[in-house]
């Protein structure tokens, strides 16, 4: 029996095709983008920049400094990496935050993306959990990204060292 081993090159081919048409099946989405429920809120909470606005789930939302009011300026490629904070409804305002201030614009995608103070709001991926403003002051996609403090202004502070965990590692989360 002579068996046909296919050399790397191919296989790499083979694979890239196979990513490919899971992507296109998919419509291009990805797990990055966080769901929103119906009834969500946005909420304050504690960070090591002071109090922040949060979803309901306590994950930081950002401004992307380069928008316009009411309008997200954020490119495809921007989404992938600072997913939009979309509902079908508006969410409830909770914990010191102003109803009024909640809006919605008109995403890049064609989507309703929720507003504050007329920014569009945004997660970062790079925030797996509760309490992390990974992103605060980043500058990618053209401009610098911050989270939002109760009146909807862009806190401008950078993230005050988190202490290193007993077992002597490093920590990059920022508890609230």
Known sequence: ??????????????LAAAIAVIVSISGGKTKAQPAVAAGSAISLKQSSVGKVLTDANGRALYLFAGDNRN?????????????????????RATGGVNAAQIGTATGTGGGTQITYNGHPLYYYVGDHQPGQVLGQGLNQFGARWYVLS????????APKSAPAPASGGSSSSYGY
Do not use: C, E, H
């Open 1 to 14: 029996m002579n068996r046909t081993r296919l050399s790397l090159p191919i296989f790499v081919v083979i």
């Open 150 to 157: 109760a009146t909807g202004g862009a806190i401008t502070s």
């Open 71 to 91: 309008a997200s300026r954020l490119s495809a490629a921007g989404l992938a990496v600072w997913p939009a904070f979309t509902s079908t409804r508006l969410p």
